[in-house]
């Protein structure tokens, strides 16, 4: 009885088996379209939670971030946050640019002329393999860890305290290796003709690499420099130890007045507070982050793009 | 004739570079001074610039080794002291107040943490790489690796924001209930144990979702490099395409893509503040996916704040934190060597 | 006995690449067990013509085509036609050499156990037999599981060939074979081709008319997608029909 049954309702499976196999003649092509349906949901799963992420923080941040009414949109971010933290994130938001920016001014000089010297003025061997390898490491070393030795070393090691500018540095540890690395990237897809040619007309090596080679890699370490602070504008870890937290606008940019917030700390700091309205200025704040990030991501893929395209 | 005297002059000037190499150091920087002297004005900011650029060369090797100075010179003290000593890492009891600093549960934590999240992140990224550069069609492949980048720019703490409002209630209100009575699962050891949802298998999911995006691009990329050629040879013997990006592409690309799962490893292993957020960081080795969990950055982030003005217990955590450096500079060798070694054994060279 | 007379026949085909016409209504046969050379100047259509024969066109997405080709009597290109047992049936040797990133034996091995061979003793006949047929046995018969990458350059295109030989193909598909090696190994090469004729129906697209004449029984012209001339090489060689033709072979246009 079961056994007639369950036949009966196979039939239009078996129907549509017949068929595939009518058109996919084989077991094997049979299991190339298996692997590529698998491969479709796979891709499929990967991406879904950018969408749920996105969706997600907007769907509580967006009112705070494009609201009109009083405390939220422009006014979200320009106000204090308050004693009882009702009013806005200008803290974090005046924090993290201060930081980021501090950052940048030490960390991309050192890493730009870095790549510079080991690209264009050693030949390959040990100093470049040196340089190299310690970039590399340096590159993946935990954020908590940069945290950690910045704490030992800036603020207790050095006297600076915690605020802006210990804050800033341990930022511009992990700038270094990526900005370095992208550099030489860049600089190594400058043609050598390029500099043949300004070096023909008799320039030095000097003048050749500022005015020729650099500039013709300038695209390449814009995106590099963008890509890292847009990622170390994101990092917590690494400040909860140097930058520590702070209601208003530091003045000083070290010793014990100078402790500063940042978007990532305040949304850290936000969401584990259990009243509801501080949770959604957390969400806010995260949006207002991951737009910033995803804008600088996308400038950076946009020129790097044009770039590719312009060589090939 | 000419070429004879060329190659002649070419041998001498090699040899005379010899000569220079092997000159004493002092007579070396007094060479370069000389020469600095007769040089002329461009000439002379050349070399001023080579030597002030030297500086920013080594920022990084001065870092490096200024980290290493600074854990090791701050985690000597729990080595060195009778309640602490190499044996904490065997050791699983932390309780700074009884100055019992055991470590053992922080690395068993990060290693069951990381290995839940490569082994969600390993498979579906290299599925999702070898879509990307076998299968996609030519219009999907730009908007698709375009959103995977900006996936590696989200911020973990936005993502541990999302994990702990979303994915950690998830777990505890559904799926921990559905595994545990549904007559499939529910016999399984692993999925049994109350929870409201801050786990070891949440900890893992979030992980896995933030190690995606640089599975995939670097996968994809490597996959991407791999001849043309290859794969005709390939089709050309009967293969269809998933035989050829099986045996073939994947085969071929493999340094590249075993670059890419160890220095995902690396990330997993450094990760802090999505972690910190879901895996409800208590004292106790899990023995279910659905146990709390406690890994060597979160013990970090959480305690460092007042353990400082305690040698001991800071000295404790700046010793995981050096554990935490010495795991991720293992992983950057392997990476170095893993990729060395393909190229060797695949008889490429560069 | 057999339906069809001739392993490959084509008639009428054209084919496109976007809107640019490649081939243009093209019609032969290859006869069994020759060697014919497709012979024309740089872009005229040959290697696009002997990818269209294996389908190995198909995977670029502007491709479009219109007549038959047959093999073994069937319409390549009827809908539920087995590409897969149409290129197994149809070895293929590219102008660059391109062993697989993996050992001398696991390359020729590999075809075969796509198409269901596994046992372990029957593999290693085959791979001595393929690298003897391909006269590259004495040369890596110690040591099979080096790395391919790691032969010369003539070792590895043989070791192509051998590889093409593998799944037992009745015609092989040449691409310029010679083109990327130095004039030793190319001459080793053309010396397998003329022994393989005995097995094997072999389509040759050429750039060399030195070599076409030397290795093929008939010869075709191509010129702008164009079939300008198919016959007898010998008879090519001596007097062609069209102008185009004799510009060609005398060095004229190239």
Redesign the interface.
Known sequence: MTHTERTEQRTPVNGTIRILI??Y??F??L??LF??I???V??I???A??F??LF??ASIGFWQVFGSSSGQGIEFFLTFPGPSLEGGIRNALVGTVELVVIASCVGI??????A???NE?TEPGL?KS??E??????A???????G??G???LV??LKLGMGVLAGSLTLS?MM??TV?RTTQEALRSVPQSLREASLALGA????T?WNVTLRAAFPGIITGVL?AV??I?????PL??TAGNNLIVPTELSGSGSWVASL?YT??AY??DPRAYV?EK??GA?LG??IM??I???IA?YISRRVTRRLV | MVTKDDSRTQKDEVASNRIVRVKSIPQRILDALTDFRDADRPSRIDKLGRVGLLIPAFASTMIIILILTFLWYEAMPIFADPAGGPGIIVNPTWDPSRDSYGIAIFIVGSLLCTGIAIGIAVPLGLAGAIFLSEYCPGRLRQPLKMIIEMMAAIPSIVYGLWAYVVLVPYIGNTLAPALQSNPLTAWIPFFQGETNGLSLIAGGIILAIMLLPTVVTISADALQTVPRSLREASYALGATQSETARKITLSAALPGIGAAVILSLGRAVGETMAILMVTGNSLQIPYTIFDPVYVMTSIITNQLGYAFVFPLWRSALFAIGLILLIMSICFTITAKLFIRWGMKTRGMTG | MNEWEHHIEVQELSTWFGKKQVLKRISCYFKDNTVTAIMGPSGCGKSTFLRTLNRLNDLIPSFRRKGIVRFRGEDIFSPGYSVYNLRKNIGMVFQRPNPFPMSVRDNITYGPKLHGVNDEDELDDLVESCLKKAALWDEVKDDLDQPAPNLSGGQQQRLCIARALSVDPPVLLMDEPVSALDPISAGKIEELVVQLKKDYTIIMVTHNVQQAFRVSDQAAFLYLGELVEFDKTSRIAEAPTDERTEAFITGRIG
Do not use: C
């Open positions: 009518g058109r003649q084989s094997r092509e299991k190339d692997f590529k698998l491969l479709s796979a891709i799963v990967i991406v939670p950018f749920l992420v997600e923080v000089p050192l890493s730009v002329l870095g510079v010297y080991i003025y100093t040196i340089v390898f310690t970039s590399d490491v340096l993946g070393v935990p954020s908590i860890v940069i950690a030795f704490f030992a070393f207790d090691f540890f270094i290796p370095l030095t090596k000097w003048s690499t890509l847009g990622r504008m994101g990092e917590t870890a909860i130890f990532p949304i850290w969401i584990t949770q957390a969400h995260a982050l991951l990030v995803l600088i991501d996308l893929n």
